[in-house]
């Protein structure tokens, strides 16, 4: 048996779970947080035998796609009448698809 903790952008998390749920797999969803961007991502853990790893690897392939995204980059800090302030610039960055963990389990017990 498999662990699999998949952490998501939220724009996907939905339709994602939609998605494992449709083909029958339990999803355990959490709210976190990235600690790149700072911005709201999606942990799901699906736990599945190893002969059903593939498919749903498949499943977060389908629905998460990677896109580009607009975001503020610090630059410096400046001196200003004695206050400190940073600077900031948009940047693109790649936001998006999974990034996936696979753990194997030695017991699984359901009360």
Not at 6 to 25: H, P, T, W, Y
Not at 37 to 46: E, I
């Amino acid at each position: 048996m498999k662990l699999i903790v998949a952490i998501v952008q939220d724009e996907d998390a939905s339709r994602l779970v939609n998605q494992l749920m449709k083909e029958g797999f339990g999803v355990t969803k959490l709210a976190t947080t990235g600690g790149f961007l700072r911005a709201g991502n999606t942990t799901l853990l699906v736990g599945v035998d190893d002969e059903k790893l593939q498919s749903v690897m498949d499943i977060i392939e389908h629905v998460c796609k990677s896109r580009k995204q607009i975001a503020s980059a610090p630059t410096s800090m400046s001196h200003m009448g004695g206050v400190y302030s940073a600077a900031s610039y948009p940047v693109e960055v790649t936001v998006g698809g999974a990034t996936v963990f696979v753990l194997s389990v030695d017991q699984f017990v359901k009360l």
